[in-house]
């Protein structure tokens, strides 16, 4: 029997549209390497706001990426978008195994012709470590995927 990932409360993403998907994409990210989704080799390091952080150097999955983060800045200039789930499915069967809950909250203030306020680096770099942790802390009580598996990104 798959597990299932289904978690009371989500991982919350809070703030500019550009912050939120950027905070999306390194957590989406963070999942498909700590889970194995894709081969390590296919990930690389790269520094931001003063933390190492892991993003794929897969051509596909990085043009699928960019879709959806592009996709989730649209949504989110126009605060049209509560919460965005990534689900992990069997491929053969199409059962969910995992599915990662990321809870939106839309800075309704901020409008995409408006100028963007600033953050301090240390309230990102905060934010980015708890996102991160989230992730990492889940990861550690989970089971390995030992089926063909493919990710999704999902807007209920």
Do not use: H
Request: one cysteine or more; glycine letters at 4%; aromatic letters at 8%.
């Amino acid at each position: 029997m798959a597990l299932q990932l289904s978690r009371e409360q989500g991982i919350t993403l809070r703030g500019s549209a550009e912050i939120v998907a950027e905070f999306f994409s390194f957590g989406i990210n963070s999942i498909l390497y700590q889970r194995g989704v894709y081969p390590s080799e296919t990930f690389t390091r790269v520094q931001k706001y003063g933390l190492t952080l892991l993003v794929t150097t897969d051509p596909e999955l990085m043009k699928y990426l960019n879709n959806v983060v592009e996709q989730l800045k649209d949504w989110l200039y126009k605060c049209s978008v509560q919460k965005l789930v990534v689900v992990i499915s069997n491929i053969e069967s199409g059962e969910v195994l995992e599915r990662w809950q990321f809870d939106i909250e839309c800075d309704k203030t901020a409008k995409d012709d408006s100028t963007p306020r600033e953050k301090s680096q240390k309230a990102i770099q905060d934010e980015i470590r708890s996102v991160i942790r989230q992730i990492t802390a889940t990861v550690t009580f989970l089971p390995l995927l030992e089926v063909s598996f493919t990710p999704s990104v999902i807007r209920p």
